[in-house]
């Protein structure tokens, strides 16, 4: 067996929100390398961190990728820190790179520190102290914020992953409308879902593979396999140059920033998990069009939240009713509450209680506190105090899972085609 020697090279915190993307930026430098005959080992990786990093530009994600540490690793690093230099958006004060040189094996506890900046907050010095203790070589732009992600995009393992293909646009097309011709994603979507996924949200008639922002992305094709990918690009017709594409390996889609929560009181905030609690209340709408309720368990209880933006999901929660059970999966932001991603129903309370018919067919009411029913229409009371209870048909489904439009996914969640 030939035993490689492997070079990890990771890049994080390169762009702005007015531009760059450091996807764009890795193609730019694979471009580089292979015109100097250095070929990549694996497809490179894009690496979608903590939803709830503060410094953030859109989605949390770092690059990496492997070469052979051999002769030309040292033409690689150089070629690597050039571009960096280069590309980066340096003048926005929240663009802080860092680029990371590892060789060697990928360690049981680099794995840790990978899972914990997704779970958790890792400052700028325990990541180089991190960094240091497994012998990376670090270069930090500005204050260097993008080790943590550098070196989490190097070491987490991708148990489950998936793929995206993105698509460059012309420097002077940035900021300009993307010429997509929507026909042909929607029949991109028609041909290839569900080995794509995330293409379109029909509801809200919104274009997913087109992104919002000034970056150089004109679009990203996310998939289970390549091959369904390539087939995706020849479908969609755009109206614009292409200059360059290329295809990552990615966590994304995965739910790996969702933790399995021993019971609601263990959770913390600025965590995501999946938890089992029994629907407290029903649902209702703020001013705002957000809808919140309460799940509780023995050990006690949180809101649940179902944002404007999650649009006709607020529909499905509101069939809610109390005393129903369901595994929530989401994430407890900046208020406390627990934004639900998707849930699904454990145990559907089918049986609610009324008061009493009459004899006469007209419904009861009480006839106050411990005194039983009366009927308004022919004056019968019942002393009993004990509502009947009665069997209702639900529209949601015992075991079904629910989950935000595509609209509103995060990019790590993981959508029920992949389930
Ligand atoms: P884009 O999606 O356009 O690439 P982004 O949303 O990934 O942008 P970055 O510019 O990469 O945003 O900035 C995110 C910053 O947060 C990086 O500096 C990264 O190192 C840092 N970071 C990542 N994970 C954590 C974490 N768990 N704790 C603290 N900081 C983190």
Redesign the pocket.
């Known amino acids: 067996m030939i035993i490689i020697n492997i070079l990890h090279i990771g890049i ?4 702005s929100p007015d531009g760059m ?3 764009f930026l890795a193609s730019q430098i694979i471009n580089r390398l292979n015109d100097n005959g250095i070929e990549l080992l694996d497809y490179p990786r894009l690496i979608r ?2 939803p709830f ?10 690059v990496s990728f492997q070469i052979e540490n051999d002769d030309k690793a040292g033409l690689a690093r150089e070629i690597v820190l050039e571009e960096v230099e280069k590309l980066s958006m340096f003048d926005c004060d ?3 790179p ?1 680029v990371i040189f590892y060789e060697g094996e990928i360690t049981s506890e680099m794995e840790d520190y990978a899972f ?3 779970y ?4 700028i010095e325990d990541a180089e102290e991190f960094g240091n203790s497994i012998g990376c070589e670090i270069h930090k732009f500005k204050k260097g ?6 070196i ?1 995009a190097i070491s987490l393992p991708l148990t489950d992953f998936t793929f995206e293909l993105l698509a460059y646009r012309s420097s002077q097309n940035y900021g300009t409308k993307r010429q997509i011709d929507y026909e042909s994603v929607y029949e991109m979507d028609k041909q290839t879902f569900p080995d794509t996924f995330e293409n379109i949200d029909y509801a809200e008639k919104y274009i997913a593979i087109e992104p919002k922002t000034p ?1 150089p992305v004109l679009y990203g094709i996310r998939s289970n396999t390549v091959d369904a990918l390539i087939k995706a690009k020849e479908i969609v017709k755009v109206n614009e140059p292409i200059v360059d594409w290329c295809i990552f390996k990615t966590n994304q889609h995965t739910d790996m920033h969702i933790q399995k929560a021993k019971n609601i009181s263990s959770m913390k905030q600025f965590g995501c998990y999946e938890v089992v609690g029994e629907v407290k209340n029903k649902p209702s709408i703020i001013e705002g069009g957000h809808m919140f309720f309460y799940i509780k368990d023995e050990s006690g209880e949180i809101e649940c939240g179902a944002y404007e933006p999650t649009k006709n999901f607020r529909k499905i929660v509101s069939y809610l009713l109390p005393g129903d059970v369901i595994k929530v999966f989401g994430g407890i932001g900046e208020q406390n509450t627990f934004n639900i991603e998707k849930f699904q129903v454990i145990k559907l309370n089918d049986i609610i209680y009324q008061n009493p018919i009459c004899e006469c067919g007209k419904r009861m009411t009480s006839a106050g506190a411990n005194k039983g029913f009366k009927c308004k229409k022919c004056g019968n009371k019942i002393e009993s105090d004990d509502k009947v209870p009665v069997k209702i048909d639900r529209f949601l489904e015992n075991k079904k899972f629910y989950e935000t439009p595509v609209s509103a996914r995060r990019h790590l969640s993981k959508p029920l085609s992949r389930m």
């Not at 958790?120 to 400052?123: A, G, L, Q, V």
């Not at 914020?145 to 550098?150: D, F, K, N, T, Y």
């Open positions: 994080d915190d390169t762009d993307c450091t996807t961190l903590n990093a503060r410094f953030k530009t859109r989605g949390n994600g770092g929240n663009t802080n860092g914990r900046a997704i958790e907050f890792i400052t914020r993008g080790i943590i992600g550098s989490a970056c």
